[in-house]
């Protein structure tokens, strides 16, 4: 039987996230590789012991991570029952819809239909009363966004989720989405983004629109599915992502244009005294307006290296303007 470190809390720091009443540790834990069927059970268990004893107290699923779809949700229930239980009210647990679930026209993209079932569906595979956070995954070009909001209203009010999110909206997609949910009464608590020092899309107006709404921001993929960590600077390691699981990290995305701005940021991070992979974390999290980083992990070595980024040294603003002359290569 599990109990959890009693030191739990001593070393992750919370930022409030957006006006709400909810703080979220700097580090969250992603659940989107690593959890499905290819995984040894054994190992999705100690990752996710390692990183609430080290005061991540933010799981976050969604309805096709696996493989197969569904299957981390399946594994999270297993891991709910023999571990979580007793712990449940210390954490915060999110699953999101939008991306293709079950064949047909209502297994896709934003309906009431389609969320409600999602979520239902969900609860169901991880054997919970609720989840802390349901999100919408990305804007529907066809659903009127009405609809898409006031099933999120519906969700939280039914008691299927305390709060609800947004994945993927753009700046002036999310203020609609905002505004709408403010009106409804049920306002939005986050939004989930893509963000890392080689994918910097939500400096290009959506962190203003975060920071006016005073709404959260955590963001998702902040190593770059690990090539802003020390993994591929000698090649592709056969038990890396790109190297066993290459879904959506393809070996040929890694470019030498990519390797070359790579190294030098690694350059850099070991003069600071630390791995590259804790500075790609410390830099998401400059700005305060991103709540958490939202990680990844193989293994729970990651996690233990990840959460030292927390304590990382501050970055001087010449450290700041090399990063962005090194990524503007
Ligand atoms: N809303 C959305 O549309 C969306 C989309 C994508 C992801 N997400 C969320 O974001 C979460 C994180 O995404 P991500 O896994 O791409 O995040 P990431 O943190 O950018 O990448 C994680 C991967 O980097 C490697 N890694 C992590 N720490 C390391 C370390 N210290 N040293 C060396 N390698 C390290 C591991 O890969 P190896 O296997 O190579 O060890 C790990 O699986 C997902 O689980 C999901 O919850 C959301």
Known sequence: MYTAAENRYSQMQYRRCGNSGIKLPML?????????????????????????DHGITHFDLANNYGPPYGEAERNFGIHMDRDWKP????????????????????????????????????????????????Y???????????????????????????????????????????????RLGTPCLIHQPSYSMLNRWIEDGLTDVLREEKVGCICFSPLSGGMLTDRYLNGIPADSRAGHDPRFLKPESITEEK???????????????????????????????????????????????????????????????????????
């Open 259 to 329: 390797l070359g701005k790579i190294r030098a940021l690694n350059d850099m991070a070991q003069k600071r005294g630390q791995k590259l992979s804790q500075m790609a974390l410390q830099w998401v999290l400059r700005d305060e307006v991103v709540t958490s980083a939202l990680i990844g992990a193989s293994r729970p070595q990651q996690i233990l290296d990840n959460i030292e980024a927390i304590q990382g040294p501050a970055f001087t603003q010449e450290e700041l303007t090399a990063i962005d002359g090194i990524l503007a290569r």
């Open 136 to 182: 919408h995954h990305r804007p529907d070009p066809e659903t009127p966004l009405e609809e898409t909001m006031s099933a999120l209203d519906y969700i939280v009010r039914s008691g299927r989720a305390l709060y609800v999110g947004i994945s993927n909206y753009k700046p002036e997609q999310a203020r609609q989405a905002i505004a709408i949910l403010r």
């Open 87 to 134: 712990y449940r009210d210390e954490l915060i647990i999110s699953s999101i819809a939008g991306y293709d679930m079950w064949p047909g026209p209502y297994g896709d993209f934003g309906s009431r239909k389609y969320l409600i079932a999602s979520l239902d569906q969900s609860l169901r595979r991880m054997h919970l009363d609720y989840v802390d956070i349901f």
């Open 28 to 52: 969250s834990l992603g659940m989107w590789h690593n959890f499905g069927a290819i995984t040894p059970f054994e190992t999705q268990q100690s990752i996710l012991r390692t990183a609430f």
